[in-house]
């Protein structure tokens, strides 16, 4: 019957479409699973959930949730946008689910790949990132090629590179400094734009509360000029919590010209 002939063809098309879906489906998965940890530029889209940002990658579509994203960023229709690529999954239907990240640190490190030759051919290399995303970001940088200042490639001339970097992550301000191995001067350098008269390690345990990570870190005192002492520490505590997330270490700051009890 001619009814069947339809019903028959419909049937192929839906299969057929169904195995296209599928394979675009595994297409998708592999190039989104070979990109996790990297950036991509998305623009972002309308979507039906409330407070998830929908974002068009190609012809992919990602989720990024709540806690990938910076507050007070504009996430309007249309903008674009970079991101980092942070969760690829695959249900049992084949459906591929795509997260990506406004707040993640690798954003950081991968805008820095973008504006700096130096840091994309790894004569600079990025070794420590601690953020406050949509604030404050740090970064300790250092250099194993001789006459190669690592801080000033970052910089960039007139400050043209960090400006870049912070215009694409809304203003967010970012501190450059060196890292040394030496965790007193690394501390010391960590603090900046503080200016810091002394570092020295201290042996005293941590107080209770700390976190297991924390429990491992080495205490270091910092005395600064009491003029210093508000900068150092930052409003709200910000730049001196910035500085021990970045050298991994319990910062003590004090004011220089007090006697120690």
């Known amino acids: ?14 299969v057929i479409g169904n195995r296209i879906k599928g394979i ?29 940002v929908y974002v068009k990658i ?4 990602a989720l990024m949730p709540p806690e990938e994203q910076v507050p007070g960023e504009d996430y309007s229709h249309g903008k674009r946008m970079r991101f980092i690529v942070t969760k690829v999954d695959k249900n049992p239907r084949g459906q591929v689910h795509i997260n990506v990240s406004r707040t993640h640190q690798t954003l950081i490190r991968k ?7 130096e840091v994309a051919s790894g004569q600079v ?17 250092r250099t194993k090629i001789a006459g190669l200042n690592a801080k000033g490639a970052c910089i960039g001339e007139l400050g043209q590179r960090v400006r870049a970097v912070s215009a694409e992550l809304n203003e967010e301000k970012i501190d450059i400094v060196d890292y040394s191995d030496d965790i007193a001067t690394f501390v010391a350098n960590a603090l900046s734009p503080a200016k810091v008269s002394a570092a020295f390690v201290v042996n005293e345990k941590l ?10 870190w080495p205490k270091v005192r910092v005395l600064v000029p009491e003029y210093q002492l508000s900068l150092a520490i930052g409003k709200e505590g910000q730049n001196s919590r910035l500085a021990a997330r970045l050298a991994r270490a319990k910062i003590d700051i004090m004011a220089d010209d007090l006697d120690e009890e």
């Open 207 to 216: 107080a209770p509360g700390a976190s297991r990570e924390e429990e491992t």
């Open 1 to 14: 019957p001619a009814n069947f002939g339809r019903i028959a063809a419909a049937a192929a098309k839906q």
């Open 111 to 117: 805008l820095f790949e973008l504006e700096v030759p």
């Open 58 to 61: 190609g012809d992919a579509e």
């Open 24 to 52: 675009s489906d595994e297409n998708t998965y592999g190039a989104f699973s070979a990109k996790l940890g990297d950036l991509v530029t998305g623009e972002i889209q309308q979507g039906q959930r409330a407070h998830m």
């Open 125 to 141: 290399e990025i070794v420590q990132v601690a953020r406050e995303a949509g604030q404050r970001s740090k970064i300790a940088v």
